[in-house]
């Protein structure tokens, strides 16, 4: 863990408007920038909603982004911007669609591809203005400065960082996630809860992130429920898109363990949603650190409303009954992984080092495995 004499840059948006009919502020930005070709990066969801935005200008929409979007899918929506020339690029949804909104804004001008940029701090700039708009409350893509798209080939995430990729605005208007329905919002509320619980336990971790970090872990555990059972709840929605925008903000300093490296083949290789993918992992790796961040583990559970644990197993009970009451399939076999993969799951997930070096404590390719047959 580092100290507070540890260097560390605090990276966020330019600017954030945050709050219930802030939706306003993309148009007074696009104005003002006098943009003339702003290009949505959408799913087909919002793309047929774009009139909230009220951009001016030609408006061209990509709405075709795809849950765990690959390579391919990027290169749908390059085609498109490279064709529409955008000045402003709006990512308008999930993290697929921020994601892909950061990549295409990058990549849209100049010769660059996509494996140019793969990596840490492989981007020269950006041409294009760029505006983040989340419509769901999980991933915090809005606030960061990763992309993450995956390799059909090798069925694994190409991971691109870059400060270019950071927003000049993000939006976040809890009223744009009303609509999401109970089963997504508790799945992508505990995402957003991994986010932060990751980043508060990792080696990496740092007094300057942990204070976004409990107080990320503090609103899920009060409005997360709360969302699920009454979706037009607007303080509830309210709290969660704050502690995704916290989560995002734990992500370009520290970023996420072992819960993210193990939740990974699931989606890449049996299209397991994200958020869904990091509830079903989140106890499991919660206990198995606990060891090595006892004080960080009782904190996490006391920020979540959970009873204090005195073994690693209490503490994956209590996790486990976090997750389950909120109507969210715990099981791999009820979401259709095949028990003879999980050890090609267990490979893969042990290959991204990028993750798992950050881990509290060492996690070994037969403990991946452990951990799939526990929640098998």
């Known amino acids: 863990m580092n100290s507070l004499s540890t260097p560390i840059q605090i990276i966020r948006p330019e600017t954030i408007e945050f709050g219930s009919g802030t939706i306003a502020a993309v148009a007074r930005f696009a104005k003002a920038k006098n943009a003339k070709r702003p290009l949505v990066i959408a799913d087909a969801f919002n793309a047929a909603r774009v009139d909230v935005l009220a951009l001016p200008g030609d408006l061209s929409v990509f709405g075709e982004v795809k849950p765990e979007p690959d390579i391919p899918n990027l290169e749908k929506a390059l085609a498109v911007a490279r064709t529409a020339r955008p000045d402003l690029v709006i990512g308008f949804g999930g993290g697929s669609a921020m994601d892909l909104a950061k990549l295409v804004a990058v990549l849209c001008t100049g010769s660059p591809t996509l494996a140019d940029v793969v990596g840490v701090d492989k981007i020269a700039g950006r041409a294009v203005?760029?505006?983040?708009?989340?419509t769901t409350s999980g991933t915090?893509?809005?606030?960061?400065?990763?992309?993450?798209?995956?390799?059909?080939?090798t069925r694994n995430k190409a991971a691109v960082q870059s400060p270019f990729m950071l927003a000049d605005l993000a939006v976040v208007d809890p009223d744009l996630t009303m609509t999401v329905p109970p089963q997504v919002t508790a799945a992508t509320g505990v995402d957003a809860l991994a986010h932060c619980v990751e980043a508060y336990t990792s080696r990496r971790a740092h007094p300057a992130i942990d204070l976004y970090a409990i107080e990320g872990i503090r609103l899920v555990g009060r409005y997360l429920n709360r969302a699920v059972k009454d979706g037009t709840d607007r303080e509830a929605r309210s709290g969660l898109s704050l502690a995704s925008l916290y989560g995002g903000f734990c992500l370009g300093p520290v970023n996420t363990t072992a819960g993210h490296a193990v939740a990974y083949p699931l989606g890449t290789r049996h299209h397991v949603a994200h958020g869904l993918a990091c509830a079903v992992i989140f106890p499991h790796t919660l206990a198995f650190n606990m060891p090595a961040t006892e004080a960080k583990t009782a904190a996490v559970l006391q920020s979540l409303g959970l009873p204090a644990a005195g073994t690693p197993a209490a503490a994956f009970d209590h996790a486990y009954r976090f997750c389950a009451d909120l109507g969210i399939e715990m099981r791999l076999s009820a979401l259709g992984v095949p028990a003879d993969d999980l050890g090609a799951m267990a490979d893969e997930a042990h290959a991204i080092r990028r993750l798992l070096d950050n881990n509290p404590r060492d996690l070994g390719r037969d403990a991946i495995l452990q951990i799939y047959h526990a929640a098998f």
Do not use: C, N
């Open 129 to 134: 203005a760029l505006v983040q708009v989340p």
């Open 140 to 153: 915090g893509s809005e606030g960061g400065i990763r992309a993450l798209v995956t390799d059909p080939a």
